[in-house]
């Protein structure tokens, strides 16, 4: 059955024989209902079906529109949730290889600063050794200044003790200056070490909370929405600024540890040569020492010597003196015997007291023993003079020798015990 075209119908108030003002008077009477002819009654079902059939055809529409409107927006948000996981998924590992390599370095800038930490005390205890060397070398000058006479000299052994310890000084220059750098170091490690270990809480922070993030869905009951909560985009950093940041810490950290590596590889190198070279004064000083305690000894036994032979010619000359007195003594006995005689024959009466030969050898004995008497004396003289000599170079002798062995026991008891008490070892 075809449907009925027709016109909109359009009532007026005077179909209904309805005046203009009848909402505000009131009608005298009570007027019959209005009578409508077949056609109008017809046209009236005709137009309440199609009205029916319209809102239906509406209905209908809307209907299959909120379906495909619903399926589109489900399709949009399965593919924005999977968009949203999927980049939760890159984020995920970006943070997770950022992590990785951030703890790496944590790890390599915490052992770098253990073993930064071993070579500082390693310099203290060279700059310690060095100080003790300062200490006994100090001692080691004292003890010499003990020394008395002419052994107190500024020998070999004495100006090498002064070179080897402005050696040491210079070491101990560049030892503090490594130990500033071994300072300044550890300063810069921990302090690399101090933003990676924040850094390293602020993505562990943002890890957890991305992960939770990342297991919700919207049956968990936590996931409601809050309509008194203004959602807002507080993010006060791009992605690229969080990755040049990330990379700036990373690069950094791996200069500070490779600066660390490379001064540890100087001081290494430092330390080996200061070890040789201390090791080569201190063995050059000690041989100086042992050289000069050698020609010390040396000296003392030549002198030793000299009076041993200063000892045996003293005996001779006082053998001789005692000879040469005893010579004297002779012939003044015989000159008496001579006078004696002259003087017995004095007595002799008259014409018995000639020049004879007897009187005339008395004479000449008298002469003779008067003479050898003034040689003796010389002799004796000089004998005396040799031998008061000779007791002033055995006394000096002596004293040379007492000075000797006050340097041997400053040298062999006091400065070589003190010079064995320095260790260089490895640092």
Not at 143 to 169: F, G, N, P, T
Not at 288 to 314: D, T
Not at 389 to 401: K, T, V
Request: charge should be negative; hydrophobic fraction near 35%.
């Amino acid at each position: 059955m075809s449907k009925l075209e027709c016109g909109p119908v359009r009532f007026s108030t005077e179909d209904c024989n309805v005046g203009s003002g009848w909402q505000t008077r009131r009608p005298a009477l009570v007027k019959p209902a209005p009578r409508y002819s077949a056609e109008e009654w017809t046209l009236a079902s005709t137009l309440t079906h199609q009205a029916a059939e319209s809102e239906q055809e509406v209905c209908e529409r809307l209907q299959a529109e909120a379906i495909r409107v619903a399926d589109e927006a489900r399709e949009v948000t399965l593919r924005a949730q999977e968009d949203v996981d999927w980049k939760f998924q890159e984020r995920l590992r970006d943070m997770e290889y950022w992590r990785t390599e951030l703890l790496r370095n944590f790890g390599d800038i915490n052992n770098e600063i253990d073993a930064m930490t071993i070579y500082r005390q390693r310099v203290e205890n060279a700059l310690s050794t060095l100080c003790h060397i300062l200490d006994v070398n100090g001692q080691i000058l004292g003890a010499r200044e003990c020394r008395v006479s002419v052994d107190l000299v500024h020998d070999e052994a004495q100006k090498q003790v002064l070179h080897e310890m402005k050696i040491v000084d210079g070491i101990q220059n560049v030892l503090r200056r490594n130990m500033e750098f071994c300072t300044e170091q550890l300063r810069l490690l921990r302090k690399c070490g101090y933003n990676l270990g924040k850094e390293l809480q602020d993505k562990d922070a943002a890890l957890a909370l991305d992960k939770m993030a990342y297991s919700m869905d919207e049956h968990r009951p936590e996931v409601r929405r809050q309509c008194d909560t203004c959602i807002n985009d507080y993010s006060n950093a791009t992605e690229m600024e969080w990755t040049a940041f990330t990379e700036k810490n990373k690069i950094e950290a791996e200069k500070t540890v490779n600066a660390s590596l490379q001064l540890r590889i100087n001081i290494d190198s430092v330390l080996r040569q200061i070890c040789e070279d201390l090791r080569r004064e201190i063995c050059v000083t000690n041989m100086m020492f042992e050289k000069r305690l050698r020609e010390v000894i040396e000296a003392k036994e030549k002198l030793q010597e000299q009076h041993s032979a200063i000892s045996i010619r003293v005996r001779d000359m006082e053998g001789i003196v005692c000879k040469m007195t005893k010579a004297f003594e002779e012939r003044q006995s015989a000159i008496a015997l001579s006078e004696t005689r002259l003087r017995i024959r004095e007595k002799r009466p008259n014409l018995e007291l000639i020049k004879d030969p007897v009187q005339r050898r008395l004479f000449l004995e008298i002469q003779e023993n008067n003479e050898s008497m003034a040689k003796i004396n010389v002799k004796i003289i000089q004998a005396k003079n040799v031998l008061r000599n000779l007791l002033r170079n055995q006394l000096e002798l002596e004293d040379a020798i007492n000075v000797k062995t006050n340097t041997i026991g400053v040298d062999e008891t006091k400065v070589i015990p003190l010079r064995k008490t320095i260790r260089v070892q490895e640092y």
